[in-house]
């Protein structure tokens, strides 16, 4: 079983930064963040594989940065030079060990032109 804990999330003005946190414990091997605006569906945003590869959305190339700390068992999601339209709840999925899908509880992030 794998458990995800999300935290980081906050209220900043457009142009400022969060740091988002994933805490995960149990076996994984991939981890991505999605996130979901009010009356939209999820979507996908960053992923990070065991061998260290990492993969943005065109809409945050250049902008967020997903990152590790294999010491804290942690995934970071950097997110600079923020924009309204990034204002959603974040939430952390791993990919298990044995393949299944679990789901942290989401971080709300809401940025202020």
């Known amino acids: 079983q794998v458990q995800l804990v999300e935290s980081g999330g906050g209220s900043v003005q457009a142009g400022g930064s969060l740091r988002l946190s994933c805490a995960v414990s149990?076996?994984?091997?991939?981890l991505s963040w999605y996130r979901q605006a009010p009356g939209k569906e999820r979507e996908f945003v960053s992923n990070i594989n065991s061998d260290g590869t990492t993969y943005n959305i065109d809409s945050v190339k250049g902008r967020f940065a997903i990152s590790q700390d294999n010491a804290k068992n942690t995934v970071y999601l950097q997110m600079n030079n923020l924009k309204p339209e990034d204002t959603a709840m974040y939430y952390c999925?791993?990919?298990?060990?044995?393949?299944?899908?679990?789901w942290g509880q989401g971080t709300q992030v809401t940025v202020s032109a």
């Open positions: 999925k791993a990919v298990g060990c044995k393949g299944a899908e679990w």
């Open positions: 149990g076996c994984w091997y991939g």
